[in-house]
């Protein structure tokens, strides 16, 4: 246990180090190359004065990620120890396709000049091939498991090959949400961070190291992405930060065979994503009727005067209560 634990606080630690080291050569690289962020015109317009923040500081901590990851298999392998990290690394694989993804988008966005780059159609399309992807490896690899245990109760369901539609349509839900989240300075980080310091926790409580080593990769990731991304920004991680974040923490839920704890601790993402959801329909249905006064939420409450530091605040515990909640909910 004490090797363990020193292995994850190791982890934590070198990526760190790396994402660090790594923000700021990006930010250096994309300054002088004076290319960053341009802001849509309907967005708030006190936001208009980070046009120009460099983006894809994603890179950083996916490279981080994968120097270390590589390290990690590359001596399992020489020790002969690979099966039980497999679901691992399709997960580390699937969430780094999405973060591709997000690349694709950010580069997209460079080369117009504008704050759009793939379609909406585009993304939602390369999302949903992507998960299917992941959950038919993970099942055919047998890291799928349909039933499903329902929180707070002693009943457990076996979804069958229905389980698989309601996964696909959960991961993409999740992935989006944490794009959607994506909004302000040091929000989706600090976010994030509050979830791998639960998959830390989970991973030392039930001896599951696969679960800790993600908490750990989070950890170090998002604490050296926030020295730079903490307001003012530095450098924005862009899609490719946030839907790589996004798929690996609902990857890692599917890896725990805990779909619906997952749909609980992923509260915060799920909640920004709906708030967009619901923004849109109203706006067409309803002869362009509001419900919030601007989506997704955190913009909300900008609007009603928070400032960033606030906004941040208050979403990070509300962050911290899901986890809470997720976890009351595997003991009782």
């Given at each position: 246990m004490?090797?363990?634990?020193?292995?994850?606080?190791?982890?934590?630690?070198?990526?760190?180090?790396?994402?660090?080291?790594?923000?700021?050569?990006?930010i250096?690289?994309?300054?002088?190359r004076q290319?960053?962020?341009?802001?849509?015109?309907?967005?708030?317009?006190?936001?208009?004065?980070?046009?120009?923040t460099?983006?894809m500081?994603?890179?950083?901590?996916i490279?981080?990620t994968?120097?270390?990851?590589?390290?990690?298999?590359?001596?399992?392998?020489?020790?002969?120890?690979?099966?039980?990290?497999?679901?691992?690394?399709?997960?580390?694989?699937f969430a780094?396709?999405?973060?591709?993804?997000?690349f694709?988008?950010?580069?997209?966005?460079?080369?117009?000049?504008?704050?759009?780059?793939?379609?909406e159609?585009?993304?939602?399309?390369l999302?949903?091939?992507?998960?299917?992807?992941?959950?038919c490896?993970?099942?055919?690899?047998?890291?799928?498991?349909?039933?499903?245990?329902?929180p707070?109760?002693?009943?457990?369901?076996?979804?069958?090959?229905?389980?698989y539609?309601?996964?696909?349509?959960?991961?993409?839900?999740?992935?989006?949400?944490?794009?959607?989240?994506?909004?302000?300075?040091?929000l989706?980080?600090s976010?994030?961070?509050?979830?791998?310091?639960?998959?830390?926790?989970?991973?030392?409580?039930?001896?599951?190291?696969?679960?800790?080593?993600?908490?750990?990769?989070?950890i170090?990731?998002?604490?050296?992405?926030?020295?730079?991304?903490?307001?003012?920004?530095?450098?924005?991680?862009?899609d490719?930060?946030?839907l790589?974040?996004?798929?690996?923490?609902?990857?890692?839920?599917?890896?725990?065979?805990?779909?619906?704890?997952?749909i609980?601790?992923?509260?915060?993402?799920?909640?920004?994503?709906?708030?967009?959801l619901?923004?849109?329909?109203?706006?067409?249905?309803?002869?362009?009727?509001?419900?919030?006064?601007?989506a997704?939420?955190?913009?909300?409450?900008?609007?009603?005067?928070?400032?960033?530091?606030?906004?941040?605040?208050?979403?990070?515990i509300?962050?911290?209560?899901?986890?809470?909640?997720?976890?009351?909910?595997?003991?009782?």
């Open positions: 004490e090797y363990f634990t020193m292995e994850i606080v190791g982890m934590v630690l070198v990526v760190l180090g790396i994402t660090a080291i790594s923000e700021y050569l990006l250096k690289l994309f300054r002088a290319v960053g962020q341009y802001i849509r015109e309907e967005g708030p317009e006190w936001h208009r004065s980070k046009a120009g460099p983006i500081g994603g890179l950083g901590f490279l981080a994968l120097i270390v990851m590589a390290i990690f298999f590359v001596t399992l392998l020489v020790n002969g120890t690979t099966n039980y990290y497999i679901p691992l690394a399709i997960t580390l694989a780094v396709t999405n973060g591709a993804i997000g694709v988008d950010d580069y997209a966005k460079l080369v117009k000049k504008e704050n759009e780059g793939l379609s159609m585009q993304k939602l399309l999302q949903t091939a992507v998960a299917a992807g992941f959950l490896v993970m099942g055919y690899t047998g890291n799928i498991e349909t039933e499903q245990w329902i707070f109760t002693d009943i457990s369901i076996d979804f069958g090959w229905f389980y539609p309601i996964a696909l349509l959960v991961i993409v839900g999740v992935v989006n949400g944490s794009n959607f989240t994506d909004g302000l300075d040091g989706e980080g976010v994030t961070l509050v979830i791998g310091v639960f998959f830390a926790i989970y991973g030392f409580e039930y001896a599951d190291e696969r679960v800790a080593i993600v908490g750990g990769l989070l170090g990731g998002c604490l050296g992405f926030l020295i730079f991304n903490f307001h003012p920004a530095k450098i924005f991680m862009g490719t930060g946030s790589f974040l996004g798929a690996m923490v609902i990857g890692t839920s599917i890896v725990m065979n805990e779909l619906i704890i997952g609980i601790l992923c509260g915060v993402y799920i909640i920004e994503m709906l708030s967009s619901l923004q849109r329909v109203c706006y067409k249905l309803f002869n362009k009727m509001r419900l919030f006064r601007m997704p939420l955190h913009h909300h409450f900008e609007k009603c005067g928070w400032n960033e530091y606030t906004v941040v605040t208050v979403f990070s509300a962050e911290a209560l899901f986890c809470i909640l997720a976890w009351y909910a595997l003991y009782v």
